[in-house]
């Protein structure tokens, strides 16, 4: 539920929101019976102001994921009616990438500006510099035969969009390149990486957020030009409704599949 506010104030009985936060995702240390003001957010901490004295409150996030390349979903996961977004999210479509490249300054350039530098999640020769703080990663792939690859080489998240029946569009980041590109497809049984955008943000270029998913992990989310990602690759294991996503580690039950499921890379869960 959206919290109550009535002359800047907030409502602790509701979840609290704090420069588009969600407060209900916070521990507050002192008695929570007042109102609290706006106030400044100091890397992860909060402190505000109670509403009828001079005293601070310090607000603490201890529930942040620690993302490293997070989940690999197929096509049917990923657009499955029940939803692998919370309320407000979307799997981004093939156009709501070329947005974000375009405002990037292009598909010949904007890859550098959305992948993480260093070698640690990509292999060298890497070029990226992630002036976005979109902290793309090499996550790499199953195929269609439930074979992983790729790692470290490439970084590519499914679209919403479909190109044939079989087929969908797929977000291209490569360690030796400079673009990020939609312009290739991928079979809908393929594993992938998933990142998701918000419907609609109150952020503006630069701003960070949060994103709750289904099964209560938080992750990082950043406002790049007019749109809000994530800034982490999805760990998501449950649709909206509860329903949990099968985790398929067999390479042909893998290959069978019609229907929505996720997988770890090389099935090992440390690749999280």
């Known amino acids: 539920a959206e919290p109550t506010i009535v002359d800047g104030y907030v409502s602790q009985q509701e979840p609290l929101r704090f420069d588009g936060l969600p ?47 997070g989940l690999l979903y197929n096509w049917y996961a990923a657009n499955d009616v029940r939803n692998i977004t919370n309320t407000g999210w979307s799997l981004p479509s093939k156009s709501n990438y070329e947005v974000l490249s375009t405002f990037l300054g292009g598909n010949l350039i904007s890859g550098d ?39 470290k080489i490439n970084g590519y998240t499914w679209t919403s969009t479909e190109m044939t029946l079989s087929i969908a569009y797929i977000f291209q980041l490569i360690y030796n390149a400079s673009t990020g590109l ?39 989310t950043i406002c790049i030009g007019t749109q809000e ?11 909206r409704n509860g329903d949990t996503i099968p985790e398929v580690t067999d390479n042909s039950a893998w290959a069978a599949l019609t229907t929505g499921a996720m997988c770890v890379y090389n099935n090992d869960h440390n690749n999280i």
């Not at 995702?25 to 992860?44: A, H, L, R, W």
């Not at 060298?124 to 199953?142: C, D, K, Q, Y």
């Not at 990602?229 to 649709?239: F, G, Q, R, S, V």
């Open 23 to 69: 407060f209900d995702t916070y521990v507050i240390t002192e008695d929570s019976q007042e109102g609290y003001v706006f106030g400044s957010i100091i890397s992860d901490t909060v402190v505000l102001s109670r509403s009828n004295r001079n005293e601070s409150v310090v607000v603490t996030n201890d529930k942040m994921e620690e993302i490293k390349y």
């Open 113 to 151: 500006k959305l992948k993480e530098s260093g070698t640690i999640y990509w292999n060298t020769p890497n070029s990226g510099n992630n002036s976005s703080n979109f902290n793309g990663r090499g996550a790499g792939l199953r195929n269609e035969l439930g074979q992983f690859h790729a790692i």
């Open 182 to 220: 939609t312009t290739g497809g991928q079979d809908k049984k393929y594993g992938s990486p998933i990142r998701l955008i918000k419907i609609s943000t109150t952020l503006s270029d630069g701003e960070e957020g949060i994103y709750t998913g289904n099964d209560g992990k938080i992750y990082r």
């Open 229 to 239: 990602w994530l800034a982490d690759n999805l760990a998501e294991t449950k649709y």
